[in-house]
Structure formats: structure tokens, C-alpha cells
């Protein structure tokens, strides 16, 4: 079945970076973009960037740029994202989702599991 | 801050009909950008339930239903259930700030 399946549980000092992966399986990883989102702890989801399979396109929220950066391996079907200069706001539960559609807006009709990320000295 | 509000919470007995409120501007809903809704149960990732607007994917039951009008979109549950009880947050596109996709501030659905 179509599915993304999320690295494991991270905890990162301030100031660290850390990179979650996401691998691909069920369906032509080359055909639909990886799109990411957060969400910190009792709030709300945060679109952070959508990439093209194989990256030629991308598009990150502003709030991010600099810090945030998204990959994609085409061999393995496998998408990445590292966040660097790791802060405590930044503790949240980080998912990859599909978009069904390569233009901006579409809607994500497949999730992974997520993986949280904790930031604490 | 979300460009995209919702009400924190609604409420319904089982059996009644809620709405859940997506209020943007003319940079998102209002410039035409598809609306989408998604339900996330307690410690799960979000499930899409309903896209473009008024589109249900397969699975998703028929109590589930959107619409969209100016600059605001609703997500209406009739028949609420217990399983209905959820967070739900509505997405879009918003065309400032360099272009990129927002989400509602999401509301809690409580079955009484």
C-alpha cells in the first residue's frame, strides 16, 4: 500500500541540527512532490516547504529560509529534511505528506507517521 | 499567526449537525485557491477528509461535506458521532509572502 514511513525520535541540544528521513513506498516516487509539516506541541500544523522528487523545484516558508533544507534521494525513494541552529521552539512532531498534485495548494493525501524532535540543554 | 481562522472549538450532541468556519482574505480563499480539511485524532498525523473544495476521498463518509463562498470555506459533520470527536484544520494557498501553503488554526469537535 501507499505509505511514508518516518525516521525515528530525535533530542538535540540548541544550536544542533538534525535530519529526519522519509521513505516512500506503494507508488512512482518520481511522480508527486514531499511536502513538510510541523506541529509544536498542543498547537496548530505548520506548512514548512514542498520539493519536487527530484528537487528542481522547491518552496519554503519564509519563516524557515536559512535554516530549513529539503532533499530528496530518487534512488531510494526517500525524502529528507534537516533543520539547523536548532532552538527550543523548534520541539515538534514533524510529518512528510504527499501532495496529490504538483501545483501550490494541493491538497497532502498521504501522511507519514511523524517523528518528534525535541530541542532541550 | 495562521492567515487562516477558525473557531477553537464547536460542540454537538450525537445524531446533530456541526460546522466548522475557514475565514480567509483575498489572498487565499477569496483568490480562488482549493480549500482542503483534514481530521486529526488524538496522537495520529492528520487524515484528508475532504479536498478541492467539496470532494471526499474514497473511504471518507458521506456525513463529511465542504463548501467554500468569498473568502471562507465550512466543513459540515451531520450525523455526529463519537469517533467524530477530533481536531480538524482546514489548508490553502495564500499568494503573499512569496507564495506558500497556510492552515487554519484548527478546532476542536467535542461530542457531548
Known amino acids: 500500500q501507499v505509505q511514508l514511513v518516518q525516521s525515528g525520535a530525535e533530542v538535540k541540544k540548541p544550536g544542533a541540527s538534525v535530519k529526519v528521513s522519509c521513505k516512500a513506498s506503494g507508488y512512482t516516487f518520481t511522480s508527486y512532490g514531499i511536502s513538510w509539516v510541523r506541529q509544536a506541541p498542543g498547537q496548530g500544523l505548520e506548512w514548512m516547504g514542498w520539493?519536487?522528487?527530484?528537487?528542481?523545484?522547491?518552496n519554503y516558508a519564509q519563516s524557515l529560509q536559512g535554516r530549513f533544507t529539503m532533499t530528496t534521494d530518487t534512488s531510494t525513494s526517500t525524502a529528507y529534511m534537516e533543520l539547523r541552529s536548532l532552538r527550543s521552539d523548534d520541539t515538534a512532531v514533524y510529518y512528510c505528506?504527499?501532495?496529490?498534485?504538483?501545483?501550490?495548494?494541493?491538497?497532502?493525501?498521504?501522511w507519514g507517521q511523524g517523528t518528534t524532535v525535541t530541542v532541550s540543554s | 499567526q495562521s492567515v487562516l481562522t477558525q473557531p477553537p472549538s464547536v460542540s454537538g450532541a450525537p445524531g446533530q449537525r456541526v460546522t466548522i468556519s475557514c475565514t480567509g482574505s483575498s489572498s487565499n480563499i477569496g483568490a480562488g485557491y482549493d480549500v482542503h480539511w483534514y481530521q486529526q485524532l488524538p496522537g495520529t498525523a492528520p487524515k484528508l477528509l475532504i479536498y478541492g473544495n467539496n470532494n471526499r476521498p474514497s473511504g471518507v463518509p458521506d456525513r463529511f461535506s465542504g463548501s467554500k463562498s468569498g473568502t471562507s470555506a465550512s466543513l459540515a459533520i451531520t450525523g455526529l458521532q463519537a469517533e467524530d470527536e477530533a481536531d480538524y484544520y482546514c489548508q490553502s494557498f495564500d499568494s503573499g509572502l512569496s507564495g506558500s501553503d497556510v492552515f487554519g488554526t484548527g478546532t476542536k469537535v467535542t461530542v457531548l
Open positions: 505528506a504527499r501532495p496529490g498534485m504538483a501545483v501550490p495548494g494541493s491538497s497532502m493525501d498521504v
Open positions: 520539493t519536487s522528487a527530484n528537487n528542481d523545484y522547491t
